[in-house]
């Protein structure tokens, strides 16, 4: 008897698990509860008349039935398109997620346009009404969305800023370039007769100065003879002529020693002497 009572409390226990599952998920989801209310659009991020939308914006669709359910999925898949104002058609992917492995999305279909939509364009997403739930309601009619992208962004151009013109450097003068004069090789001709201010250090090496010849000793005076005849007393001009080197040195304009001046009056004063020593004996 007790096995009986066992029997029968765990039978109702199941019943009513079961009884509470099927409340828990009713309104419209295909398990009985609510199956006769038709399937609606319960919200959308974007709504309709929307506008400055992203051109990378998806759309978010909210249905008040489980809409993703297996056995829909594909055929919902086929009830979403997206065109412009144009008529042209764009492409869109239709996101959906797993019921059976988390519920909470079964009545969510996300709408992504495969590339960036146009700037500055009116869209309308329509949604057919062949469109079902679990259950199998549809919608009653076509439902359309429509919304105008954003403007494309005007990037303005950055200021360029202005550059002040740098003060001009004033040239400085060059240094003046002072050419020294290279010395000359060739020396410059000197006066013939040089002055007591210009005395060369060193005697000029053409010039060869003549030797003083020695005094005559005073002899005694010769016999008048008509063999003998006093030879005539040279002058300054002869001795200057028969000196062929100083007279090449005047001819080569070379400077002549003041030693050789010196040494050439000796010689001529002791020619002087000697000449009136022997005139004074005649």
Do not use: H, W
Request: proline share 12%.
């Amino acid at each position: 008897m007790i096995k009986k009572i066992r029997i029968l409390l765990l039978i109702l226990l199941l019943s009513a698990g079961l009884t509470l599952t099927a409340l828990a998920e009713g309104d419209g989801d295909g398990s009985g509860g609510g199956s006769d209310d038709p399937l609606m659009l319960a919200s959308s991020s974007v709504a309709d008349g929307a506008v400055d939308v992203p051109v990378d914006a998806s759309i978010t669709l909210t249905f008040n039935k489980n809409v993703v359910n297996m056995s829909v999925r594909d055929s919902n898949k086929t009830c979403f398109s997206l065109a412009s104002d144009e008529g042209a058609a764009t492409a869109i992917n239709v996101v959906m997620g797993d019921d059976q492995v988390d519920p909470s999305i079964k009545r969510i279909i996300t709408i992504q346009p495969v590339n960036p939509l146009m700037p500055d364009t009116t869209y309308t997403l329509t949604i057919a009404a062949s469109i079902s739930s679990k259950s199998g309601s549809t919608l009653v009619g076509d439902v359309t969305l429509t919304f105008t992208t954003a403007p494309a962004a005007i990037s303005s151009p950055s200021p360029t800023p202005s550059v002040e013109p740098t003060p001009s450097t004033p040239a400085q003068n060059p240094s003046p370039v002072v050419s020294t004069p290279a010395p000359s090789l060739s020396p410059a001709p000197e006066s013939a007769s040089p002055s007591a201010d210009t005395v060369t250090a060193e005697p000029s090496p053409t010039a060869t100065p003549a030797e003083p010849s020695p005094s005559p000793t005073p002899s005694a005076a010769p016999s008048p003879s008509a063999s003998t005849a006093p030879s005539p007393s040279p002058s300054a001009e002869s001795v200057a002529s028969a000196s062929p080197e100083g007279t090449a040195d005047d001819q080569n304009g070379e400077s002549i020693s003041p030693t050789v001046f010196i040494v050439g009056g000796a010689a001529l004063a002791a020619i002087a002497v000697t000449v009136l020593l022997v005139r004074r004996k005649k």
